[in-house]
């Protein structure tokens, strides 16, 4: 048999739902045409959402950055001060983050992103008191935030268990974990980029707990920082692994890295062929996995459009709020009518979900589609040069 019937067997195979090795995955991604592996994914999202396969989905979420200080320094990172840089450090008080939240709540936004550095006085009691607050003032708020590195810094700095940090963070209002953290799974690439932070096993050690406790999480990957193929694949054979015990991760979210402002420079960026790709052989590869999510916000609004005829099922969120990879150079804006016409003119029917992807609305008429565009993706120019205020969002709230 050639090489090529080899490779549409296979292809064929995953397309037919059937599961493929990681060997398998690698030889798909790297070589096998563009479009029919494109093919191959969206057959098996079909079948999938058999019922629901001309849905696409998004989600309206902001992003709440309570502090750039961080102790950790990964080298990709634009977003970080380092805890003696107090010219660039700041950290956000219990008032402003409430009043954000209201700003989202105002906005018609159901989730949470509570997302910041490593601070090094920040343990697991900083987070029950803020995720308590938030909770008090808006239970309707899903506080989709943090991952296994926060968990860890945190349980180090408070002196306890990642168990007991879990159950601790959980009890207090955090909903579910966002997978934060994982950037490069694979020992070299991650070494590599992130050399303080823990390994790609502990990482996933800690979302396995996480998951054991109830507590169901998201899962990302950060690409083109300058891994292999070969640990691309690796990077997703590691999470397989885990979901095929847990079955606690909703989604996988791949990300492109963005190369300003950061210690990483030169460093050649995934192209966005690379990037379908990669969307494409996660629905076959990680078949025990629900949800693929596309990206707008580092690869544009086209690609991400594209991601939907690609395995991907859902275009993740209009960020009312973005500060960490806008820092390195993510450049792309939207707002919801905007990605409730891309969604259409990709030939599906737009709907908002919930945190946990069930259709809160169906765009199914474009005669009932909102009338207003003020969910808007920002970034929050006070957000990297430090201070409380965010006059772009207080306006459109006070509109
Ligand atoms: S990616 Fe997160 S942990 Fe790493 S330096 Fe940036 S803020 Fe700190």
Redesign the pocket.
Known sequence: MTEKADLTSVLDRAAAGGRITPEEALVLYRDAPLHALGAAADAVRRRKYAGIEHIATYIIERNINYTNV?V???KF?A??AAPKDTEKGWTRDLDDILRRCAETVELGGTQIMFQ???HPDYGVEYYEKHFRAIKDAFPQLVIHSLGA?EIEHMARISGVSVEEAITRIHEAGLDSFAGA?AELLPERPRKAI?PL?ESGERWLEIMETAHRLGVESTSTMLMGTGETNAERIEHLRMIRDVQDRTGGFRAFIPYTYQPENNHLKGRTQATLFEYLRMIAIARLFLDNVQHIQGSWLTTGKEVGQLSLHYGADDLGSIMLEENVVSSAGAKHRSNRLEIIDLIRKAGRVPAQRATTYEHLVVHDDPANDPVDDRVVSHISSTAIEGGTAHPELKLLASN
Do not use: D, P, R, V
């Open positions: 961080c950790t320094a990964c990172c977003f970080y910041g550095g490593h590195s953290g992130a932070k």
